[in-house]
């Protein structure tokens, strides 16, 4: 059991690492990744490191080419980023009604926990920094969602894993304070459980978010 538990603690630090450099941009989309490369960076056996990447190839954020092997997924097309904006904004905004509407004490306290999470920022590197903030940014949609009540909606837009690719497009400090303020205006909408102002606050951070993020495709 201890040597399982060490094992899991372990592909999860790889996965962590892997994460960050490719949140970060420090793996370029569509580069390759090589197995012995990381054996050597990271210092770890080959095992973790596999676990690791087939973790992020079910993210979508690494692909597997047969008889190549590993590389970083390249980066979403304008269309795909259109598309998935499109998907969250008619989504999101009326699930956040929803939840704002069935709101309870427990509940808010689990989304305040994250929102406090996400201003935190304790690692001193701003990689992982922007990754962490990128996975509980998806926690903190996904929970939402879960307390909105369609477990269909609820998996459609998880299954995009809409967070790591739009996070990705950019490696930049604004796109994460901007935010904290916008769900500032959500965790007040749900405190005092006004649905038409959780759905307004809603419908402004995903198409603020769309805003920061379009420059990307002007680089
Ligand atoms: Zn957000």
């Keep these: ?19 960050a450099q ?15 490369n990381l054996v050597r960076e990271l210092q770890v056996s080959h095992t973790p490191i596999r676990e690791a990447l087939g973790r992020l190839e079910g993210e979508g954020l690494v692909v597997k080419t047969h008889l190549i092997g590993y590389s970083a997924a390249p980066q979403i097309s304008r269309r795909q980023f259109d598309e998935l904006y499109e998907l969250r904004l008619l ?6 009604r929803r939840a704002a509407e069935a709101m309870t004490g427990e509940r808010l306290e689990a989304l305040r926990d994250l929102a406090d999470m996400m201003s ?13 903030f990128a996975r509980q940014d998806a926690v903190f949609h996904d929970r939402i969602l879960e307390f909105a ?16 690719h739009i996070f990705r497009l950019m490696f930049h400090a604004r796109v994460t304070e901007e935010a904290l ?16 102002a959780a759905k307004a606050a809603m ?13 990307a495709f002007d680089l």
């Design 149 to 164: 009540g369609n477990e269909l909606i609820r998996h459609t837009l998880a299954h995009q894993h809409t967070h790591f």
């Design 181 to 196: 303020t916008e769900h500032q205006a959500l965790l007040d909408a749900f405190t005092s459980a006004d649905g038409a």
């Design 91 to 96: 989504l999101e905004p009326d699930s956040a």
């Design 1 to 19: 059991m201890t040597a399982i538990q060490r094992h899991n603690g372990l592909a999860e630090k790889v996965y962590e690492a892997l994460l």
């Design 120 to 132: 935190g920022g304790s690692d001193e590197d701003a990689r992982r920094r922007y990754s962490a």
């Design 22 to 36: 490719l949140m970060g941009l420090k793996i370029a989309p569509g580069a390759r990744i090589t197995v012995d």
């Design 203 to 215: 419908h402004d951070h995903i198409a603020r978010s769309r805003q920061r993020l379009l420059p």
